[in-house]
């Protein structure tokens, strides 16, 4: 019999398949280990915040400059979220309506660029991002995108080549910034570099925008003219994007995002993301971008003393790219699946000048930022490598998975989830 349904009707009776997907992710997030980069934990407040009645609110515009009635609230806690951001990152400006890293890039680049105008930006089978010009992307669609690399010999980014780059095609705008780049990134030398050509600087912090915020990498908002991030990964926000920049590209960068960009911005995700910078404003957030490094750093050496190749030789931040071929031709596919069969979650990366198909690739990503969430030390980070390295040594040992399964099923509930 079919059951009738209000708008008052819970979830698990309004839609059973729905809520039953909910429990299982909820489930797979706590007996797991989630060392995916580009992922974290939301706190409880954050997740709260992004479930409530701002949903039902639209509030197109700026606080104060609305094109819809009943936005006194919504003007609060967008206020409360640019100057939060602000204070933050020590910004001038900030616009926090972007429904994503994508938006917040898309905007940054199209605050100073025509379409046709050249930019230069790290390429993405060196550790970039789709949005820094890969071909089937808007930015390599709309723009002339030219790319440097990292050297061959240390995988470290070529200033070399950035400025012969930069004198070459003297571009409009030069982005830095990475998506699988494992040491800090010299934005000052950026700065430089953008000076000498008259190019503005935008930097992409999406990945450490959390070790920032926890001054445990250089600023970029001090030298960059646009600065974008997200708001999850090492911010342990909710899932959205943000541009800062300078105060006379303010202008400039709010028309881009409203009306150029979007429509009615996400109130409810903006209210979590004005908790998300209050949480990373508390001195407690610093000493969690310190361990987030420290776990990643141990985790390196437990790798690397285990036989795995790390690209550049070991991280400075969160992450960490690993070239799993050195273990009996293991390949990055095979290592994302091997790994998800025992309870850790990846993603296969490419390595820089990897000789592998980017879907089949020699890496694999890890992060620290999740695990470090859940309260996991230097100790633990030894036991997660200890996994990781027993499973790619048998990737196709399924009896095995299953054992580190539920030993890893039964050691992460001592670590719970936030929220959960």
């Known amino acids: 019999m079919t059951m009738t349904t209000t708008r008052e009707t819970p979830l698990p009776l309004a839609d059973p398949a729905v809520f039953q997907a909910i429990q299982n992710e909820q489930q797979r997030q706590t007996d797991g280990l989630e060392l995916i980069a580009s ?9 709260q915040a992004a479930g409530t009645v701002f949903t039902n609110k639209y509030a197109e515009g700026y606080p104060g400059r609305r094109y819809y009635g009943g936005c006194e609230y919504a003007d609060v806690v967008e206020n409360l979220a640019r100057d939060r951001a602000c204070e933050l990152f020590g910004a001038d400006h900030a616009n926090v309506q972007p429904h994503a890293g994508s938006q917040a890039n898309m905007a940054a680049y199209m605050s100073i660029l025509q379409p046709g105008d050249t930019f230069l930006a790290m390429d993405l089978a060196h550790g970039g991002h789709l949005t820094h010009g ?14 440097y690399g990292v050297r061959q010999d240390d995988h470290r980014i070529d200033f070399d080549q950035v400025a012969a780059l930069a004198k070459e095609h003297r571009p409009k705008l030069i982005v830095a910034g990475a998506s699988a780049y494992p040491r800090e990134i010299d934005h000052p030398q950026f700065a430089q570099i953008a000076a000498d050509v008259g190019a503005k600087l935008m930097v992409d912090m999406a990945h450490y925008a959390g070790l920032v915020a926890g001054g445990v990498h250089n600023n970029p908002v001090e030298v960059a003219d646009f600065v974008t991030t997200t708001t999850h990964k090492t911010l342990r926000g909710p899932r959205s994007g943000m541009v800062l920049c300078k105060q006379e590209l303010a202008k400039d960068v709010d028309k881009t995002v409203f009306p150029g960009l979007q429509g009615g911005p996400l109130m409810h995700i903006i209210a979590a993301k004005a908790i998300c910078f209050h949480e990373a404003l508390q001195p ?3 000493d969690y971008a310190k361990q987030i490094i420290a776990n990643a750093q141990t985790l390196a050496e437990t790798l690397t003393a285990g036989g795995l190749t790390l690209s550049s030789g070991g991280t400075d931040n969160h992450l960490l790219l690993c070239d799993v071929t050195t273990l009996n031709g293991v390949t990055g596919k095979i290592a994302e699946a091997a790994l998800d069969r025992a309870g850790l979650t990846v993603n296969k990366n490419m390595i820089p000048y990897d000789p592998r198909k ?10 620290t930022a999740a695990l ?39 050691f992460a509930q001592d670590y719970p989830v936030p929220g959960v």
């Open 284 to 286: 407690s957030f610093k």
């Open 134 to 147: 890969m071909r089937l992307n808007f930015s390599g669609k709309l723009y002339n995108a030219v790319h």
């Open 372 to 410: 470090t969430t859940r309260g996991m030390k230097q100790d633990e980070m030894k036991r997660v490598g200890d996994w990781i390295l027993t499973i790619l040594k048998s990737p196709e040992d399924t009896s095995l998975a299953e054992k580190v399964k539920a030993e890893i099923a039964n």
């Open 39 to 47: 992922e974290n934990y939301a706190s409880a407040a954050v997740l």
């Open 358 to 367: 980017p879907m089949d690739p020699s890496g694999i990503r890890l992060g």
